[in-house]
C-alpha cells in the first residue's frame, strides 16, 4: 500500500537507496529545515493562558504555534524538550520548556504564566504523592500505617458511589435496541423543530432583506418590546411647548410674530372673498380688529341691513390681490 501515489523519478532504481536519498530531501520535508541543529518543526498548543511580554496582549490557552523543538536535556530517563515560537501579535520570542519532574510545562523566556491553580479536590481528581511523601511513607511505618487507614477510609466512601453508577450504567443500557428507537425519535422531532424554525427565520429574512442569521425567539425580549412606549412627535412638541411658556418672561417682544400672523391672516381673508371657488365656504372669524370692508350698497337700504351683507368684498379685476381689498368709488358717492 505505501508505494501508491508516491512519485518515483525516471532515473530512480532500488540499488540507489530510498526516494528521499536520492533527490536529497529529508522525509519530513520543510518541518526538518533544521535538523541539522537538532530542531524539528511541531505544532506547538499552548497548555494554559499567558501574557506576552512584547506586546502584553493575552493569548488563551489552545493557541497553536508552529514551534521549534529541540531536546535541551533529561530528568533521569525522561527527555526535557524546548518549545520556542514566535508571538502571532509581534515579534517577540517564547520559549517553554517540559518538567518531568513536576508533570507540567514551565514558561522560561518572552511570556508569563497566569496564574490558574486548583486543589486536586476542586476538579475531582486524584492527588499524586510527591517524593517527600513517598520517601516518609518508606522510612516511617507508623506514618505509612496512618496513610494507609486514611485510603481505606476514602475508599470506602467512593464504593457507594460508583455503586449506583454502575447500576444506574446498567438500568440505562439493558435494552439497548428500546433505548436506540427512543434516542432516533427523539432526534426526529427536534430535526423537525429545527426544521421548521429554520424556514420561518429564512422566510422572515426574505421578507425584510435581512442578511444576518436570526436567533430564537426570547420570552423576555417580547415583554420589554412590550413594554417598550415610543414618544408621540405632536405630544413631545406640546409639552416642549408647555415648558417653554412656563419658564419664559411674562412681558417679551413678540411684535415680529404679531406682524407675521396679521400678514397671514389678511391674505386669507382677502382669498376667501375674492376666489370663485371658496365663496361658499364659511369661516371661524370674518374680520380683522381695525379693519373696515366696505362692499356695495343699495340706496334703498338703511342702517338695517345685516352685518353679513354689509361685510360683502366686490371683486378685483386687477391681477393683483391686495392685502385690503376696498371700493372707494360707491363710497365716495354716497357721501356726496
Not at 488563551?60 to 530517563?77: D, F, L, P, T
Not at 366696505?294 to 366686490?314: F, M, P, R, W, Y
Request: net charge neutral.
Amino acid at each position: 500500500m505505501q508505494p501508491f501515489n508516491k512519485y518515483y523519478p525516471p532515473d530512480w532504481t532500488p540499488e540507489k537507496g530510498s526516494v528521499n536519498k536520492h533527490v536529497g530531501k529529508h522525509p519530513l520535508g520543510d518541518r526538518a529545515r533544521k535538523i541539522d541543529q537538532g530542531i524539528l518543526i511541531v505544532r506547538f498548543e499552548l497548555p494554559f493562558n499567558i501574557w506576552c511580554e512584547g506586546c502584553d496582549n493575552h493569548i488563551g490557552m489552545g493557541v497553536r504555534y508552529n514551534a521549534q523543538k529541540k531536546k535541551i536535556g533529561n530528568y533521569y530517563s525522561t527527555p526535557i524538550w524546548s518549545f520556542r515560537m514566535k508571538c502571532h501579535l509581534c515579534d517577540n520570542w517564547i520559549e517553554i520548556h517540559t518538567n518531568p519532574k513536576d508533570a507540567q510545562y514551565v514558561v522560561m523566556s518572552g511570556a508569563r504564566q497566569k496564574l490558574e491553580e486548583w486543589e486536586p479536590e476542586d476538579s475531582e481528581v486524584i492527588r499524586l504523592k510527591d517524593d517527600a511523601l513517598v520517601e516518609k511513607m518508606a522510612n516511617d511505618a507508623f506514618f505509612k500505617l496512618e496513610h494507609d487507614v486514611q485510603d481505606e477510609k476514602k475508599a470506602s466512601e467512593t464504593v457507594p458511589i460508583l455503586t449506583q453508577l454502575q447500576r444506574l450504567n446498567d438500568s440505562q443500557w439493558s435494552d439497548p435496541y428500546t433505548l436506540s428507537q427512543q434516542l432516533r425519535r427523539k432526534f426526529r422531532d427536534q430535526k423537525k423543530l429545527d426544521k421548521a424554525r429554520q424556514e420561518k427565520a429564512d422566510h422572515l429574512r426574505d421578507k425584510m432583506s435581512l442578511n444576518i442569521d436570526l436567533l430564537d425567539e426570547n420570552p423576555e425580549d417580547e415583554i420589554k418590546a412590550k413594554l417598550t412606549e415610543f414618544d408621540d412627535p405632536i405630544v413631545t412638541g406640546a409639552e416642549k411647548r408647555k415648558k417653554e411658556l412656563q419658564v419664559a418672561p411674562l412681558f417679551t417682544k413678540r411684535t415680529r410674530h404679531l406682524q407675521n400672523d396679521l400678514a397671514s391672516r389678511v391674505v386669507t381673508h382677502t382669498r376667501h372673498k375674492v376666489d370663485p371657488f371658496l365663496t361658499n365656504t364659511t369661516s371661524s372669524y370674518n374680520t380683522l380688529p381695525g379693519v373696515l370692508l366696505k362692499g356695495k350698497t343699495t340706496h334703498g337700504s338703511g342702517h338695517g341691513e345685516s352685518e353679513a351683507e354689509s361685510s360683502k368684498l366686490v371683486p378685483v379685476k386687477n391681477s393683483r390681490i391686495s392685502l385690503v381689498s376696498t371700493d372707494y368709488t360707491e363710497s365716495d358717492s354716497e357721501d356726496d
